[in-house]
């Protein structure tokens, strides 16, 4: 893993803070993800990955790219929908025609570029940043073969993710 700039933990600390405070004052306790509040958090993840991005080591900015040219279409079109009649179904929508339309052909660039800044993330700074470690479910669940984290290394052979943005 590239070695993470100085300052980059507590700022990313700060930040997130910040964009989970927002979320959380519409999160419900106990209450299933309803779509204003997976609009929520899809617009506080694309924040969260725009402002990692700009500040990741130059090794990971080029993958990193695409995965946040992907957040921005989604936040613009997320953006565009009112967010107190918004639905899932609305949601998956946007989703879907945002990772097929990239210039991804299966998503399975995006989620593992996804997965690389979550573990650089996760090696960096550690655990905590679950909007930064959960960005490739996105992209799994767009890809053809609906098999959560397989296919990963090009052979076929499943490789689950732990849920912390590493292989394992």
């Excluded at 989970?20 to 609009?39: F, N």
């Excluded at 945002?98 to 210039?103: A, D, E, I, P, R």
């Excluded at 995006?110 to 479910?137: K, M, Q, W």
Aim: proline content about 7%.
């Amino acid at each position: 893993m590239p070695e993470v700039s100085p300052g980059f933990c507590a700022e990313l600390a700060v930040h997130s803070g910040d964009l989970m405070s927002g979320v959380e004052k519409i999160l419900l306790d106990g209450d299933p993800l309803d779509g204003p509040t997976l609009r929520a958090l899809l617009i506080a993840s694309r924040d969260l990955l725009i402002w990692t991005a700009a500040r990741v080591p130059v090794s990971l900015a080029s993958e990193v790219g695409a995965l946040v040219g992907v957040y921005h279409n989604i936040g613009v079109e997320l953006e565009r929908l009112d967010p107190r009649t918004v639905t899932e179904a609305r949601i998956r929508g946007v989703l879907f025609t945002s990772v097929f339309g990239s210039s991804s052909t299966d998503g399975i660039d995006l989620e593992v570029a996804a997965i690389r800044l979550a573990a650089f993330v996760n090696h960096s700074c550690g655990p905590g940043y679950p909007l930064l470690t959960s960005l490739g479910d996105i992209f799994a669940i767009a890809r053809s073969d609906d098999e959560p984290g397989a296919t990963l290394d090009g052979t076929g052979a499943p490789e689950p993710t732990t849920g912390d943005g590493q292989v394992g």
